[in-house]
Every structure is written in C-alpha cells, then in structure tokens.
C-alpha cells in the first residue's frame, strides 16, 4: 500500500531564505508524485508533479522538487521564500496504471511559516 | 485543468441533521473522490466515486453515513448523516484527468456540527 512521511511538521522560515519541505514516500513501483500547497481557508492547489522522464521538476511559483528512486523521496525546494509562501504544504503519492486516475494517498503535511 | 464548483462553502449543522455537498465539473470526468480533512490533519479519502456504479469506500468509512450519489459524467454529491460534532471537517472533491495525470480539487466545504 502507498505511504507518505513528511517529517516536519512545522518550518519556519526567513522570507528570502531557501526552503526544502521533505517527503518520503513508499510505494511498490514507479509512484506518480505531487505536491499541493494549502492556504488558510482555501482548496487544495497543485505546485508540481512527477511521472516520469526527468527527476527535476519544475512547478509554479517558483518552487522544484526532486525525485530521488534510491532515497524514496520527493522534496520540494524554492531558492527564496516570499511572505506569500505560507501555508500547509502536503505531499501526496498516487497508484500506477495504465489507465484511470487512482487515488491519492497524502502525507501529514508541512505547515511553513515566513518570518519577516 | 478542470474547473470543480462545490457547494456549499460552508454550513454550520445540529447534530443528527444531514447535509449534502455538491460537487460539479465543468467537463466529463471518469472518476470522482471524495475527501475529508479533519481540524489540523491532512486529507483522508472517503470514496470513489464512479458514473453508474455504487462508490467505493475506504476502510473506516460506510455508506450509511456517507451516501454517495454520481449521477452523470460531470457531477456528484456527498451527503453527511446523522452528524455528530466528530464530524466538524472540510470535505473536498477531487477529479483525475487522463490526459494529463493531474488531479483537481474543488475549495471544499466547511463543516461544523454543533
């Protein structure tokens, strides 16, 4: 079955400081990967995502993740955070077949906060 | 992407009453899902939910309390039952495209039982 660890459950940040959220996952074959950020009161709003082909992956509003098969991992990067930037951030791992969507499965999430 | 509207927004609920939370999307999905996320945890899937067929349902989750209904390709609702305050969440909808392995969610709806 499908799992996902992310360790921190709380960050904080400067604003301008470089940001990596850790995710683990676990899962028996190639995983599709997301990360989905969550403002206080909103949805959920998806950031990147990985299937396949290459191991970096670049999303909106500046943020990347990388995937890692030999680490199981997913981490999310942006090189400087903005105020704007906080939020819950909640990675999540989803099934492998070849058709239909499958459900995801998603960590506990990662509560950034931006010191000013 | 696609567009999912949910609604309502929120509602504060007496216990033992039911609400039901729609779900509609602007084009044909295959699959729909439901989800909830409880006061400071992550989200928890409750069901699938696929056009002509009875959902599917997680382990903890039953479908007396949490009747599903997918009536067409574009639409869906989940109805909350016999509330109690344990079931003061947001409760998402999700879509899964094919074309391009992204998967949507609607802004959720905000529950209080009191």
């Known amino acids: 079955a499908q799992s996902v660890t992310q360790p921190d459950i709380h960050i904080t940040v400067s604003e301008g400081a470089s940001l990596e959220l850790r995710c683990n996952y676990s899962y028996g074959a190639t995983p599709y990967l997301f990360w989905y950020v969550q403002s206080p009161g909103q949805g959920l709003q998806l950031l990147l995502k990985y299937f396949s082909g290459d191991t970096l992956v670049q999303g909106i509003k500046g943020f990347e993740a990388e995937f890692k098969r030999s680490q199981s991992s997913f981490n999310l990067r942006k090189p400087s955070v903005h105020w704007s930037d906080a939020a819950e951030y909640f990675c999540a791992v989803g099934a492998r077949k070849i058709q239909g969507a499958q459900k995801l499965v998603f960590g506990q999430g990662t509560r950034l906060t931006i010191n000013p | 992407s696609a567009v999912i509207s949910q609604k309502p927004s929120r509602d504060i609920c007496q216990r033992g009453t039911s609400l039901t939370i729609q779900c509609q999307v602007d084009s044909q999905v295959t699959m729909m899902f439901w989800y909830r996320q409880q006061p400071g945890q992550s989200l928890t899937l409750i069901a699938t939910?696929?056009?002509?067929?009875?959902?599917?349902?997680e382990s903890g989750f039953v479908i007396d309390k949490f009747p599903i209904s997918r009536p067409n390709l574009t639409f869906s609702t989940l109805t909350v039952s016999n509330m109690s305050p344990e079931d003061s969440s947001i409760y998402l909808c999700s879509v899964g495209h094919l074309a391009n392995y992204g998967y949507t969610f609607g802004s959720g709806t905000r529950l209080t039982v009191v």
């Open positions: 939910a696929n056009q002509g067929s009875e959902a599917t349902y």
